[in-house]
């Protein structure tokens, strides 16, 4: 089964760091680009960071930019996002989503279930 | 950047009504569109993928069409289990860019 499952969600101080996972399962990880999109309650959903499959190429949103870091351990299977310099506005549900096809930019067919992130003092 | 401007923002129909949502997206997009559908507490679900296609599996119900800058997403009969909200998203140019979502209820 296709499967991708996030983890490392939780309590974050402002100006502290968080270190989310994505481990996947049922396809050729290195063969895909991966993105991180969030989406904070109750709003819709914002896109954050995209890899691609050699991990030779990063994509940030601007309002990530300097302080998330993604990347990926193929020989594992695994997707990180390195947050950094946590701010209230990032706090949401962090989902790790795969491309659909060869490219860098495409659509996101496959979706991990979400993990929290929570941003508080 | 893109942005995408989706309507409307909610709509109450009933079963069996036909559904449409728009996408305007802010330059020529050309056909680098997808559609999502999400249900509440779940992640996004692909439903349609450069514009027009249908994503293996999502019932022949669902449709999209357009290029350029307007795009249409259809729902032809509604079903009870089609309450979600839906997303329309742009891969044409970075950032990567959703629209605001459309919330769909039952009359």
């Known amino acids: 089964e296709v499967q991708l499952v996030e983890s490392g969600g939780g309590l974050g101080q402002p100006g502290g760091s968080l270190r989310l996972s994505c481990v996947a399962s049922?396809?050729?990880?290195?063969?895909?680009?991966m993105n991180w999109v969030r989406q904070a309650p109750g709003k819709g959903l914002e896109w954050v960071s995209a890899?691609?499959?050699?991990?030779?190429?990063?994509?940030?949103a601007d309002s990530v930019k300097g302080r998330f870091t993604i990347s990926r351990d193929n020989s594992k299977n695994t997707l990180f996002l390195q947050m950094n310099s946590l701010r209230a506005e990032d706090m949401a549900v962090y989902y790790c989503?795969?491309?659909f096809g060869m490219g860098i930019l495409g659509a996101f067919d496959i979706w991990g279930q979400g993990t929290m992130v929570t941003v508080s003092s | 950047d893109i942005q995408m401007t989706q309507s409307p923002s909610s709509l109450s129909a009933s079963v069996e009504d036909r559904v449409i949502i728009t996408c305007q997206a802010s330059?020529?997009?050309?056909?680098?569109l997808n559609w999502y559908q999400q249900k509440p507490g779940k992640a996004p679900k692909l439903l349609i993928y450069?514009?027009?296609n249908l994503e293996t599996g999502v019932p022949s119900r669902f449709s999209g069409s357009g290029s350029g800058t307007d795009f249409t997403f259809t729902i032809s009969s509604l079903q009870p289990e089609d309450v979600a909200t839906y997303y329309c998203?742009?891969?044409?140019?970075?950032?990567?860019?959703f629209g605001g979502g459309t919330k769909v209820e039952i009359k």
């Open positions: 890899m691609s499959g050699s991990g030779g190429s990063t994509y940030y």
């Open positions: 998203q742009q891969y044409k140019n970075l950032p990567l860019s």
């Open positions: 330059q020529d997009s050309s056909n680098y």
């Open positions: 049922g396809f050729t990880f290195s063969s895909y680009a």
């Open positions: 989503a795969k491309v």
């Open positions: 450069d514009a027009s």
